[in-house]
Structure formats: structure tokens, C-alpha cells
């Protein structure tokens, strides 16, 4: 889905809601029919190396699902590409923020404030 206009307007102003999370709290999921559209790092921070940071489609967001990039450089598709490496031992910095389709977020260390999004 797309969000245009007065849609990604509300989505940037975190219209449809946030959720804040440490790594000492259990995972976080967004509300039935949305996702976690983006997440903003309020300390370093690392997701948990299983099931940390589960995309909508693990094969075109970044995630910590080591099978979302198992193609073999040249046999990109529409939906996947090669090359990629799983997110489950990167330092996200303090202050940066990352967007994508997440449905489930977990961390090692550090803090965020995820923001969420209808589905569809």
C-alpha cells in the first residue's frame, strides 16, 4: 500500500499511533490489519537475533530472517534482490530512523518508538 497525501501525512505525524519498547520488554506487534511502517532509535540499539524484526515481506524489507536472502547474486526478482545481510548484530544509532512493513519487533539493547500504519 501506498500512502499518499493526507494518508502519509498522518503516518509521518504519527497519527495512527506509536509504541515505545526497551530491550528489557517483551516484543512488540501492531494492531490487527496495520504494521510498524517505521521505527525511530531513541539510544543504540539491536535487534533481537531471533525473530527481532520480522517484515511484512521478509524478502523486501530489512529483517533478522536469514532466509530472506538466500538468492544467489543474479537471480534478483521483482520482489527480492541479493546481497543483503540480516540485521540481527547491527548497531542501529541513537537518532536515526528506518521505514519499512513490520509486523513484529523485538530487541537486545537499546530503545525505539515504532510507528504504526493500516495494512492496507
Known amino acids: 500500500m501506498a500512502l499518499t497525501g493526507t494518508k502519509f501525512n498522518e503516518l509521518s505525524l504519527g497519527q495512527y499511533g506509536s509504541v515505545y519498547t526497551t530491550s528489557s520488554s517483551e516484543e512488540i506487534n501492531p494492531p490487527t490489519n496495520h504494521i510498524f511502517a517505521a521505527i525511530t532509535f531513541l539510544e543504540d540499539t539491536v535487534f533481537d537475533a531471533t525473530g527481532g524484526l520480522i517484515a511484512e515481506t521478509a524478502t523486501k524489507f530489512i529483517n533478522t530472517d536469514t532466509a530472506a536472502h538466500d ?3 543474479g537471480a ?5 534482490g541479493t546481497g543483503g545481510i540480516v540485521v540481527d548484530s ?11 512493513r513490520w509486523t513484529e519487533i523485538d ?3 537499546g530503545k525505539i518508538i515504532a510507528y504504526i500504519a493500516p495494512k492496507h
Do not use: H, R, W
Open 71 to 73: 538468492l544467489a547474486a
Open 76 to 80: 534478483e526478482t521483482e520482489v527480492q
Open 90 to 100: 547491527v548497531t542501529f544509532p541513537k537518532g536515526i530512523t528506518i521505514f519499512g
Open 107 to 109: 530487541l537486545d539493547s
